[in-house]
């Protein structure tokens, strides 16, 4: 005697053909969407790493931008600085000038008088022609 239901584990075949054509119509149809689903999540994915290169290379330029604007910054402070230096330098020139008016007049007289007899002198000088030594002692005569 054969006992038919021995393997109690077994499934009928036509209870497994019907099952397995159930799950093959079922991946058959899941499976455009599931494609899908993998296609926008590859799409999500690439639209993300987009998004972060593209604020970091904004976040970059954003930082070149500041360091570039404090070092114009920085240059222009410098350039004030140095400005206002001079300005204050020629101030304190003219004060000094103005304060001892009388001893500057003085000094620019005394200059220009020695200068205009240091050139009388030169002029003299150069209109003699050299003599010798016995010539300069009797005048000229020999």
Do not use: F
Not at 106 to 113: L, Q
């Amino acid at each position: 005697m054969s006992d038919p239901n021995k393997d109690t584990n077994k499934k009928p075949t036509t209870t497994r053909t019907a099952e397995a054509k159930a799950e093959s119509a079922a991946k058959k149809a899941t499976a455009p969407a599931s494609r899908a689903t993998r296609a926008a999540a590859d799409k999500a994915g690439d639209a993300t790493s987009a998004a972060k290169a593209g604020a970091q290379r904004s976040a970059q330029a954003a930082n070149g931008a500041v360091q570039t604007a404090a070092k114009g910054v920085e240059a222009g402070r410098q350039a004030v600085i140095t400005t206002s230096g001079h300005v204050v330098a020629g101030a304190k020139t003219a004060w000094t000038v103005i304060a001892h008016r009388k001893l500057v007049a003085a000094g620019v007289g005394a200059g220009i008088t020695a200068l205009s007899a240091a050139s009388y002198a030169v002029g003299r000088r150069s209109g003699h022609r050299a003599q010798g030594p016995l010539t300069r002692m009797t005048g000229g005569r020999i």
